[in-house]
């Protein structure tokens, strides 16, 4: 099936007193790969503490499997007690109904989050894992050597899956005043995602969310506000289709068939 045939429905869900709302519409598609997307969270302040109580809610309405982290795993100090209070106490609940947590390195983790065991990286600072007809690609943008351009670019042409997902942290499209899009990154990686039939690329780093227009055929989102958020970062432009960078968010997703609306908001 072309890739064209497919669209990235989304709920960005976002964190705020009144609740889910009653006009709220989610992507519950029969036999869909369902999975939530943080970035940037580990802060193990309330704010983070917030968004994994919404999660769990959402989880109760929209029932996903797996978590992809978007790197800023843990911020400041790496140590045991750490790992507990920026990671397995938040999310506690998940975890304790066996929702899994795929990482990806930010420039603020420790490389030893490899062998972190509930961040599923089997050890590896990239790797690759498949949900039914969907397959994840983990990058470490922090240091984006030949060699594992070399691995993406083989992993990719050998995947026969009908989604092909690729994430990591530094976003090569943004409009985002403080970090804004890594374009050295974009040269090395764009033109293997358009040989490949990659369909969607999720970035965390600036702390905001956005939903950029189709990239050269692409689905590119940011989210790296679901700890940390730069309150009114966002220089929304033509190419935006959807931002919000006043609270703090995650997201949930459902890749499905085409359909006429794209993205579902909540706020």
């Known amino acids: 099936m ?29 036999k869909s790969v369902r999975f939530a997307v943080i970035g940037d969270s580990g802060t193990g302040e309330k704010q983070q503490y917030d968004v994994s109580e919404q999660m769990a809610k959402f989880r109760g309405l929209f029932p996903f499997d797996f978590v992809i982290m978007l790197g800023d795993n843990i911020y400041g100090g790496q140590g045991a ?31 030893n989050q490899r062998f ?17 007809n969907v397959e994840f690609f983990t990058l470490d943008s922090n240091y984006m ?24 942290h530094h976003p090569l499209y943004t409009h985002a005043k403080y970090h804004g899009p890594d374009t050295d990154l974009r040269r090395l990686l764009e033109p293997v995602f358009q040989q490949s039939g990659v369909n969607v690329v999720y970035a965390g780093h600036e702390h905001v969310y956005e939903r950029l227009k ?14 940390q958020l730069r309150f009114h970062d966002l220089r929304p432009s033509k190419d935006t289709a959807k931002g919000f960078d006043t609270d703090r968010t995650f997201s949930l997703r459902g890749p499905v068939a085409r359909t006429s609306r794209p993205s579902v908001s909540c706020r």
């Open 81 to 111: 007690e750490d790992y507990k209070n920026k990671f397995e106490i938040p999310y506690k609940p998940l975890l304790d109904l066996g929702v899994k947590f795929y990482a990806a390195l930010g420039n603020h983790d420790d490389t």
């Open 2 to 30: 072309k890739r064209s045939t497919f669209l990235s429905l989304a709920l960005t869900a976002i964190v705020l007193a009144q609740g889910l709302g009653p006009d709220l519409k989610l992507p519950l598609q029969p």
């Open 116 to 132: 972190y065991k509930p961040f599923n990286m089997g050890g590896k600072r990239y790797y690759s894992f498949k949900k039914g």
């Open 214 to 227: 189709p990239q050269n055929g692409i689905y590119y989102f940011v989210l790296g506000n679901s700890g």
């Open 145 to 168: 050597d030949p060699e594992q351009l070399d691995w993406l670019t083989k992993e990719l042409r050998n995947s026969n899956a009908a989604w092909k997902i690729c994430y990591f």
